[in-house]
């Protein structure tokens, strides 16, 4: 029974499809999105853990930067001694309506071989969008959240050491500006699409006073909302930050995730069963190798010998059949499922057998 357990928990913390989430909670105002930028840099100060001569761009770019100081070091000389610095890339989501002089937590993430970041700085970085425009520079100390220690071939670590953050180690340099509500009107994109999530969206803001028939859905994953004509920026705003407040019941669809590979098994909440009978058995096979020496007969020729047999042993369950009822509630699935007494493993199957003949009313999603 214990051995379920897992999977009765993730069961019961599903979504419940009468619970209400706030529309800034399942969904996304157009136009209020970031963008994402990237740069390639060095952190240096590592504890002879950077990347090793072998990593012929490192050198190159230290170099590189060298020149820009004035200094013109041979290139011999790095090759025996880089393994305090490591090649990286630097990247960042910029928030929409971001100002200059704001602050955005980057993540770094080693390119060669180092080994890890740990006490390093990243030098100053450059951050480009895909269009190529500068939006600021990365710098600072790095923060890897572990450690990876090792000396004379034995080694101990904690977490992965070649990712780290800087909190707040990009500085924006220019603003990035946003068209929330430039042509009257907004387009709420929900996260995940569904029909009836949209609908139920459009109907709860024209509920609010002021935007009576003023929100259509036009597909499961886009709201549109006009807003009165007149409506000045301030207003429009205003109106946004109410829609953002509206609770909405999301309608989730029923869904049965498993992932064959870590024998896990994740229940949606919308997930109902039809009666069935299900009798699962599994069977073992072991295979056991006896060696065993063979002595010649007092006073013959012989020579002793070494015999190897094999010992083969079979064991079948004998679980008897199990008929499931109809589930209503997640609770009920959960008792269904503890009745079968068997392992998540074995649960993949039946819940494969079961969708075939059509007991069970969700998707299966198998990873």
Same mark, same amino acid.
């Given at each position: 029974?214990?051995?379920?357990?897992?999977?009765? /928990?993730?069961?019961? #913390?599903?979504?419940?499809?009468?619970?209400?989430?706030?529309?800034?909670?399942?969904?996304?105002?157009?136009?209020?999105?970031? /963008?994402?930028?990237?740069?390639?840099?060095?952190?240096?100060?590592? @504890? @002879?853990?950077?990347?090793?001569?072998?990593?012929?761009?490192?050198?190159?770019?230290?170099?590189?930067?060298?020149?820009?100081?004035?200094?013109?070091?041979?290139?011999?000389?790095?090759?025996?001694?880089?393994?305090?610095?490591?090649?990286?890339?630097?990247?960042?989501?910029?928030?929409?309506?971001?100002?200059? &002089?704001?602050?955005?937590?980057?993540?770094?993430?080693?390119?060669?071989?180092?080994?890890?970041?740990?006490?390093?700085?990243?030098?100053?970085?450059?951050?480009?969008?895909?269009?190529?425009?500068?939006?600021?520079?990365?710098?600072?100390? *790095?923060?890897?959240?572990?450690?990876?220690?090792?000396?004379?071939?034995?080694?101990?670590?904690?977490?992965?050491?070649?990712?780290?953050?800087?909190?707040?180690?990009?500085?924006?340099?220019?603003?990035?500006?946003?068209? *929330?509500?430039?042509?009257?009107?907004?387009?709420?994109?929900? @996260? +995940?699409?569904?029909?009836?999530?949209?609908?139920?969206?459009?109907?709860?803001?024209?509920?609010?006073?002021?935007?009576?028939?003023?929100?259509?859905? #036009?597909?499961?994953?886009?709201? $549109?909302?006009?807003?009165?004509? &007149?409506?000045?920026?301030?207003?429009?705003?205003?109106? /946004?930050?109410?829609?953002?407040?509206?609770? $909405?019941?999301?309608?989730?669809?029923?869904?049965?995730? /498993?992932?064959?590979?870590?024998?896990?098994?994740?229940?949606?909440?919308?997930?109902?069963?039809?009666?069935? $009978?299900?009798? +699962?058995?599994?069977?073992?096979?072991?295979?056991?190798?006896?060696?065993?020496?063979?002595?010649?007969?007092?006073?013959?020729?012989?020579?002793?010998?070494?015999?190897?047999?094999?010992?083969?042993?079979?064991?079948?369950?004998?679980?008897?059949?199990?008929? #499931?009822?109809?589930?209503?509630?997640?609770?009920? *699935?959960?008792?269904?499922?503890?009745?079968?007494?068997?392992?998540?493993?074995?649960?993949?199957?039946?819940?494969?057998?079961?969708?075939?003949?059509?007991?069970?009313?969700?998707?299966?999603?198998?990873?």
């Amino acid at each position: 029974m214990a051995r379920l357990l897992p999977i009765l /928990i993730l069961a019961l #913390l599903a979504t419940s499809v009468s619970r209400a989430d706030r529309i800034k909670d399942i969904a996304t105002i157009e136009g209020s999105g970031g /963008i994402q930028v990237v740069g390639y840099g060095l952190v240096t100060g590592l @504890n @002879n853990t950077g990347d090793s001569p072998r990593s012929s761009f490192t050198i190159q770019s230290v170099l590189n930067m060298l020149k820009r100081f004035g200094l013109t070091p041979q290139q011999s000389i790095f090759q025996q001694r880089t393994q305090n610095v490591a090649a990286v890339m630097v990247t960042a989501t910029i928030p929409a309506f971001a100002r200059a &002089g704001t602050k955005v937590d980057v993540t770094v993430s080693s390119i060669g071989d180092a080994r890890s970041l740990q006490g390093g700085t990243l030098i100053m970085t450059p951050l480009v969008a895909s269009d190529g425009t500068v939006y600021g520079m990365a710098q600072g100390p *790095l923060s890897v959240g572990g450690y990876s220690i090792s000396s004379l071939g034995s080694s101990s670590g904690k977490n992965l050491t070649n990712t780290g953050r800087i909190p707040g180690g990009l500085l924006l340099e220019r603003n990035l500006e946003g068209t *929330l509500a430039a042509t009257g009107q907004v387009r709420i994109i929900l @996260n +995940h699409p569904d029909y009836t999530t949209a609908t139920r969206i459009a109907a709860a803001i024209n509920a609010l006073d002021g935007l009576a028939n003023s929100a259509q859905a #036009l597909d499961p994953a886009t709201v $549109v909302v006009r807003f009165p004509n &007149g409506t000045t920026q301030a207003q429009a705003i205003e109106y /946004i930050a109410r829609i953002e407040a509206v609770e $909405v019941a999301v309608d989730v669809a029923g869904k049965v995730v /498993i992932n064959e590979r870590t024998g896990t098994v994740v229940v949606g909440g919308n997930v109902r069963l039809l009666p069935a $009978v299900v009798a +699962h058995g599994g069977l073992e096979i072991e295979i056991q190798q006896i060696n065993t020496v063979v002595q010649p007969a007092p006073f013959t020729i012989g020579t002793t010998a070494r015999v190897s047999n094999a010992l083969v042993r079979t064991q079948e369950q004998s679980n008897p059949a199990v008929a #499931l009822p109809a589930t209503a509630t997640v609770q009920d *699935l959960a008792n269904a499922l503890n009745s079968l007494k068997v392992s998540p493993r074995d649960l993949v199957a039946i819940f494969q057998a079961l969708k075939q003949v059509g007991a069970l009313q969700a998707e299966l999603v198998i990873q």
